[in-house]
Nanobody, 121 residues
Framework: QVQLVESGGGSVQPGGSLRLSCTAS????????MNWYRQAPGKQRELIAA???????NYADSVKGRFTISRDNAMNTVYLQMDSLKPEDTAVYYC???????????????WGQGTQVTVSS
């Protein structure tokens, strides 16, 4: 099986920074992409940052210029550096991996457990 484990959430004041990490482990052959989603109370889960194995990166407009996604392919780890945080960034943040298991011919979606980020004064 494959597991994604996140860390790094917490509470911060507006303008502050946090760094999230997510490590994939298990029976992994290839990771095509690793993504960060977030879900605020009463809202749908939204994709905010994505990075492919080749390093292609995309951001949602709401976080562009403030958040930075990066990836350590050797460690199967993705990071999300969040700067200039705003109260509207408050949400549960989820790591997502598009992963091919050893012996599989297709990719599957895997999710982390989620980590709470709260931005408040």
């Amino acid at each position: 099986q494959v597991q994604l484990v996140e860390s790094g959430g917490g509470s911060v004041q507006p303008g502050g920074s946090l760094r999230l990490s997510c490590t994939a482990s298990g029976n992994i052959f290839n990771i095509a992409a690793m993504n960060w989603y977030r879900q605020a109370p009463g809202k749908q889960r939204e994709l905010i940052a994505a990075i492919t194995s080749g390093g292609r990166i995309n951001y949602a407009d709401s976080v562009k210029g403030r958040f930075t996604i990066s990836r350590d392919n050797a460690m199967n780890t993705v990071y999300l550096q969040m700067d200039s945080l705003k109260p509207e960034d408050t949400a549960v943040y989820y790591c997502n991996g598009i992963i091919k298991r050893t012996g599989s011919v297709v990719d599957y979606d895997y999710w982390g457990q989620g980590t709470q980020v709260t931005v408040s004064s």
